[in-house]
C-alpha cells in the first residue's frame, strides 16, 4: 500500500463515528510499514477516535496491535490479527506551563506537537531525525536523537495513560510508580494501548545547525569526547571510506553558555559552504537549514523537514547502542569491516545518549553511542552482514534498537538487558493472555521466559 492509499484509508476512518473495520479488505493491495520492506500480516485496521472506543475494541479483540505512523523495519509493530490506529486521536490534552508539562492524546505526531508547543512558548529537549513519527510509537521502542547529555524521547514521558488487555484504564507516573512507570514507558507495544502521554517540555529555544566535512578517522580516536561534547547534540556521518567521518553535525543552541563557536575547522574538518545531506550527492532539499542560520529547536533538531519524504527514501535500517566507555574500540571495530560493509551501505551515523532508567531501554543505566546503519534496500545480502558486526559488536554488549532491523538471538538479549524478567512480569500483569503479542516480542521477549503464557494454545505456532 502506498502512503496515498494509507492516507486514503485513514480518512475514510475518520468519517467514521466511533471505529470501522477500514478498506484493507477492499483494497487489492496490502498494508506495509514506511520503508516497504514489511508487508504487515493482516489489513484488518480498526480506528479509534475516542477513549471509550478503544477500550471497546481491545475487549472484543483476542488479538491486537496498535500501530502507529508504521516507520519500523522490522516486525515489532506486525499482526497476523487486527491493527487499531489512534491516528485521529491527535490533539493536545493539557498545556500546564507551571508543572512543564505537555499532555497529548496517543495519536499525535512530533510533527504535530512541536509547532503548537513553540508558539504556546516551549519546547522538547530533543527529537529523532525526523518529525512524522508518532510520539506514542517512537516512545514505546527507545526512539533517540544526539546529545551526551540528552536522553532518548521516552525520557520526557513523566506520565502515561494505557488501556490493558482487560479494557481497563491505567494511569502511572514518575512521580508516583516509579517501578511500573519505568517498566511501562518503552513498552513495546506489549503491555497496552497508550491512550494519553504527559512530556516534559522547557522554554522554547532558538538553534543553530552547523556541517563540517572531512573529519579525519584520528580525530574520533583522540578526541572522541570533546567532538561528542562541543555541542547540544552532535552526529557523525560516514560511508567507513577514506579514514574520514564524511560529515559533523552539529545543532546548537543559541543560549550563550551553550553556542557553539563555529570556527572554520573543527579537529581537522572543514566548515560547510552550503547545505548537505548526510549523503552529499543527494539534493539537501529535504534536510533542515543548516550554516548556522538561526531557527526553532524543532526545525533544527530533526535532520529532515516535515513535509518532504525523510532520509533516503527507499533503504533499511539497522542500529546498535554501544556504552560510551567503549565507544571508540567499537567504531574502530566496524571500520575494519568497511570492505563488507561499504557496499551494501548509504550512510553510516554515530549519535551520543544519555543514560536513563527506563528497563527496556538500550541506555538503562548506561550513557551510550549509537553505530546506526542506513542501508540500500537488499535484505539478503544485509541480513548476512548484521551477525557479521553484530559479532564485532558482541564483546561490548551491544544493544540494537527495538525498531530496527537486528539478528542478535533472544538468548543473548535477555542476557543485555537485565530488566527483562521484570518487565516480562509487568506485562504479565496488564496483558495476562498475550493479547498484544506478536511474533516479534513472542521471539524477542516472551520465548525465554519460562512458564510465562504457557497456557496460550497458539504460542507454539510462532516462529523460532
Ligand atoms: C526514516 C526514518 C528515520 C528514523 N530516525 C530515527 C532516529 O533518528 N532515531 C531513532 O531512534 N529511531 C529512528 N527511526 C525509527 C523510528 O523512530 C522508531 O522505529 C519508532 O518506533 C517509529 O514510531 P511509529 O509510530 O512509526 O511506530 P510503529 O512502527 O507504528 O510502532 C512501533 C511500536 O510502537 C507500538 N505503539 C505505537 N503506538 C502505540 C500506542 N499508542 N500504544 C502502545 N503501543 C504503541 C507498536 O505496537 C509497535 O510495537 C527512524 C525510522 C525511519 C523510517
Known sequence: MNKRAFIRIFAAAMASPVFSPLLGRASAAKLENWAGNLEYGTDELFSASSLDAVRSRVREQSKLKVLGTRHCFN??????????????????????????????????????????LDAKGFALHNLASLPHISVAGACSTATHGSGEKNGNLSTAVSALEMVTAAGDLVILSRAKDADAFHGAVVGLGALGVITKLTLDIQPTYKMRQYVYENLPLSAVKDHFDAIESSAY???????????????????????KEQ????????????????????????????????????????????????????????????EYFVPRQHAVEAILAVERLRDQVSPHLLITEIRAIAADQLWMSPCFEQPCVTIHFTWKPDW???????????????????????????????????????????????????????????????????????????KLGDESKFPV
Open 233 to 255: 547534540s552532535v552526529s557523525l556521518f560516514t560511508d567507513w571510506q577514506k579514514q574520514r567521518i564524511n560529515e559533523v553535525w552539529i545543532k546548537s543552541r543559541e543560549e
Open 259 to 318: 553556542a557553539f563557536d563555529a570556527t572554520p575547522e573543527f579537529y581537522g574538518a572543514t566548515r560547510a559552504t552550503k547545505n548537505l545531506h548526510p549523503i552529499a550527492e543527494l539534493s539537501a532539499e529535504n534536510c533542515t537549514e543548516q550554516m548556522g542560520v538561526p531557527g526553532p529547536w524543532y526545525e533544527r533538531l530533526p535532520h529532515f523537514r516535515m513535509g518532504f519524504t525523510p532520509s533516503a527514501g527507499k533503504e533499511l535500517q539497522s
Open 75 to 116: 516486525n515489532i509493530a506486525d499482526s497476523k490479527n487486527s491493527f487499531l490506529s489512534l491516528k485521529t486521536m491527535d490533539d493536545v490534552v493539557a498545556l500546564d506551563p507551571a508543572a512543564h508539562t505537555v499532555t497529548i492524546h496517543a495519536g499525535m505526531t512530533y510533527g504535530q506537537l512541536c509547532p503548537y
Open 380 to 454: 539478503p545480502a544485509v541480513s548476512k552482514l548484521l551477525p557479521v558486526i553484530e559479532k564485532e559488536l558482541a564483546p561490548f554488549h551491544a544493544r540494537p534498537h527495538w525498531g530496527k532491523l537486528f539478528t542478535t538471538s533472544p538468548t543473548e538479549l535477555k542476557a543485555i538487558y537485565k530488566k527483562m524478567p521484570e518487565f516480562v512480569e509487568l506485562s504479565k500483569k496488564y496483558d495476562p493472555q498475550g493479547k498484544f503479542h506478536n511474533e516479534f516480542l513472542n521471539k524477542n521477549i516472551f520465548r525465554n521466559q519460562r512458564g510465562v503464557f504457557r
